[in-house]
Structures are given as C-alpha cells and as structure tokens.
Nanobody, 123 residues
C-alpha cells in the first residue's frame, strides 16, 4: 500500500504559476501521474513521468505550460504549472501507475490515489 499526499494548491491569478508536490510513503519502480477533476466533469489525465524521469507525457491542453518531475530520493513528484488558465481550475490528484494494461492516460492503470489539492485560477 502506498500513501500519497498532494500539496501546493491554491488560488492564483490567471497567467500565474503554482508548483504541486506529491509525497509518497514509499517509492517503487513505477511511473507516477497527475490527473485533475473539475466540477461536473470527469477526471482527466494531465501528465505522467517514468520511474527514471527520462520519459514524460502530457495532455495536449497543458503541453508547453506544465512540467512534471520527480525526486526518487525524496519520494516526491512535482507538477510545475505556468501560465495558468481558468480552465485549469480543478482538484489535482497524483497516482501511481500500478499497471500497464491500458494507455498511460487511462486512469484504470493507476492506483493509490492521493486526496487531491485544489487549484483555482481566477482573474
């Protein structure tokens, strides 16, 4: 069982930046992902990073603005979010990509979800 705790969310002006952190109780050789869920919408994929950190993938909606990274010594995954837009407003969750049955952006491959952290981009 892996416990994940997200932090770093908050209220930011449109165009601003936030850095989310996801601290894990234990790290195995799994990829880690970030997802988000806006009110009234389904949870959607944001980004994923391989165990080595050498491979990253992003949703088209955040590509070029968000950067995922990880520190395996600190057992922490980060999501640097720049140029935030109102449509980025959501609860952000990190998760372990426990399986590789589906695609990297399919939430069914992920387990051990955190409790989420709220991000609000407002003008």
């Amino acid at each position: 069982q892996v416990q994940l705790v997200e932090s770093g969310g908050g209220l930011v002006q449109v165009g601003g930046s936030l850095r989310l952190s996801c601290a894990a109780s234990t790290f195995s050789s799994y990829a880690m992902g970030w997802f988000r869920q806006a009110p009234g919408k389904e949870r959607e994929f944001v980004a994923v990073i391989a165990w080595s950190g050498g491979s990253t993938y992003y949703a088209d909606s955040v590509k070029g603005r968000f950067t995922i990274s990880r520190d395996n010594v600190k057992k922490t995954v980060y999501l640097q979010m720049n140029s935030l837009k109102p449509e980025d407003t959501a609860i952000y969750y990190c998760a372990v990509r426990r399986y590789t049955i589906h695609t990297y952006y399919d939430a069914r491959d992920y387990a051990y979800w955190g409790q989420g952290t709220q991000v609000t981009a407002s003008s």
